[in-house]
């Protein structure tokens, strides 16, 4: 049974450019949330996306966006990339009939750095 | 707006005795309560949930956790603890969907680095 998995791994970007990090969900989820932890942090939520549009946002700038694919699969984009940028992103996936029993399980994550 | 409170930033304990990682949450309604784990450089693996019912939850790899509706806590415990079990630990809440409009944003805390030694 394939966890949740995220690319890529690591990725090495200059202030102003744009990066797009990528997640497929558990197998059989359907919801893919984006968390935001910086180091020594917990994880910020972001936003969620369900049946391809955006259900839940957290309090972040417009810079960041994203999507969700008819096979549930995600992107997350951030434009005009800051120095506070730097984190490591997370990728969550769960099922929405599963009603208040939901889980979120995690990825390994993306350690994005913002030079 | 829910948030959650882990006062200690680190907590060390001997191999073989109980630990307890400190929990403390704000929501409204009923809370939905989670714990996860996280290994250097890794993701949050799931360790247990509190949603309904019993106030004691048992989950993964012999952890459990207390709910306390009055003191609004949910307190992480092992009976023994192992070398392994050295990670970061963080709790996180969840409202109800009735508020959240379906969404299952959680919440976390700042995390408390757990040091088992020998």
């Known amino acids: 049974d394939a966890g949740v998995t995220q690319s890529p791994t690591h990725l090495i970007k200059t202030r102003g450019q744009q990066v797009t990090l990528r997640c497929s969900p558990k197998s059989g989820h359907d919801t893919v949330s984006w968390y935001q932890q910086a180091l020594g942090q917990g994880p910020q939520f972001i936003f969620q996306?369900?049946?391809?549009?955006?259900?839940q946002r957290g309090n972040f700038p417009d810079r960041f966006s994203g999507h969700q694919f008819p096979n549930y699969s995600s992107e997350l984009n951030v434009n005009a990339l800051l120095l506070g940028d730097s984190a490591l992103y997370l990728c969550a996936s769960s099922l929405a009939s599963g009603g208040a029993i939901d889980t979120q399980y995690f990825g390994p994550g993306t350690r994005l750095t913002v030079l | 707006a829910q948030s959650v409170a882990q006062p200690e930033d680190q907590v060390n304990v001997a191999e073989g005795n109980p630990l307890t990682v400190k929990c403390t949450y704000s929501v409204s309604g009923n809370p939905y309560l989670f714990w996860y784990v996280q290994y250097p450089n890794r993701g949050l693996q799931f360790l247990l949930k509190y949603i309904t019912g019993d106030n004691l939850v048992k989950g993964s790899y012999g952890f459990e956790a207390e709910f306390n509706k009055s003191q609004t806590s949910f307190h992480l415990k092992k009976p023994s603890a192992l070398v392994s079990d050295s990670a970061l630990y963080f709790c996180?809440?969840?409202?109800?969907?009735?508020?959240?409009?379906?969404?299952?944003?959680?919440?976390f805390g700042t995390g408390t680095q757990l040091k088992v030694e020998l």
């Open positions: 996180a809440v969840r409202a109800p969907y009735i508020l959240t409009g379906g969404g299952n944003k959680l919440t």
């Open positions: 996306y369900y049946e391809e549009e955006e259900r």
